[in-house]
């Protein structure tokens, strides 16, 4: 069968909790929602959350409700989910993308100034704290101060991260930890499987603006009012909703989140001291003011290896029957990208390279470590044969 590059972590408890939501009347608007909300909103240390039923919903209804529109540009990572970057064509807002740094793989803030240096039409910057390692916020939150831009933060890849201000830094913010999903006017987290929790198919919005909060509760449920009701259709909404059978099976994910990001933590732990001897791979790093929540498990390939070279890496692995994947394709290189806005290669250097050198390897929490070793052997012996 081999090795699949993601397994969710359910036990039990989580298959109990959702057998009583199909035994109860309420599938729908029921208590789970309710109680998932406030236990998501309390996690992330923030007032308000609204569940809806993917991450992309999530960062669709935040777009609404900050009146982004038509005419408006935000800058964003091209190196990211493409979510992060379709949320905004939803509305008619153009993505404009600024590179990455290459160390946190996150949207380079010195990037993202020299745009704002020549482009007055930009209303916001998205940063994605991407494989769960928290973007630069205190530069961001600098820029937006300087050219009043709203922040939204893309942390579907990051619950359970965390931030503290950076030494060095001329104006620390947060002397104290922050949990990812607390940054800007509003941020969302993402459920599907292969997320370090999950709900099968979900997200979490959350913000500290009560507005927000209130538009985006009524935008889920069809333009409907925050109570719900059959008639009043307040605005234009959508069918967002998550069940009470979703949000049952993320109750139980979040009340084990503690014991789950420890056994991935583990498992990158095992990860990094097997491939530190492998000369010509180079694992994800962290910056010390981080916290990293381990999403996925993704290495880069030395400088030498070209993108031909890593698919062939890839091809031999997967013949070893372990499952391997790209992550990401830039989203400026995407079909459709390049068709609507004439993007090309060499349009964003770093996240390319980036891109053309990376592979995802089986990364889930109960990976055993007898899979790790045979994983990390045949990487060796791909490299040295």
Known sequence: ?????????????????????????ALCFGPRLEKFEKLGAAYAGRRYAVAVNSGTSGLHLIVRSLNLSRGDDVITTPYSF?????CL????????????????????????ESLLQKNK????????????????????????????LKLIEDSCEAIGAEYVSPEGVKKKRWRKKKMAGSFGAASVFA????KQITTGEGGL???????IYMLCRSM?????????????????????????????????????????????????????????TISGVEPLSALPNVKRSWFVYVVKLAKQFTRKDRDRIMRKLEARGIACST???PIHLQPYYRKTFGYKRGDFPVSESVSDRSIALPFYSNLRKMDINYITDSIKKVLDG
């Not at 039990?12 to 959702?18: G, L, S, T, Y």
């Not at 493409?82 to 379709?86: D, L, T």
């Open 327 to 329: 992550y990401f394709i």
């Open 205 to 211: 919005v959350l913000t500290d603006s009560k507005r």
């Open 191 to 194: 459920f599907y499987p292969n």
């Open 220 to 276: 889920r449920n069809q333009g409907r009012d925050g109570a719900g009701r059959i008639n009043g259709h307040l605005r234009l909404g959508y069918n967002y909703r998550l069940s009470d059978i979703n949000c049952a099976l993320g109750i139980v994910q979040l009340q084990r989140i503690g014991s789950i990001l420890n056994k991935r933590q583990r498992v990158a732990q095992c990860y990094n001291r097997h491939l530190e």
């Open 82 to 86: 493409i979510a992060s970057a379709n």
């Open 121 to 148: 039409k930009v209303k916001a910057i998205l940063p994605v704290d991407v494989f769960g390692h928290p973007a630069d916020w205190d530069a961001f939150y600098d820029l937006s101060d300087r050219y009043k």
């Open 89 to 112: 064509l939803f509305e008619g807002v153009r993505p404009v993308f600024a590179d990455i740094d290459e160390e946190t793989l996150n949207l380079s803030p010195n990037m993202t």
């Open 1 to 25: 069968m081999g090795i699949p590059l993601s397994s969710p972590d359910i036990t039990a408890r989580e298959i109990r909790a959702v057998k009583e939501v199909l035994k109860s009347p």
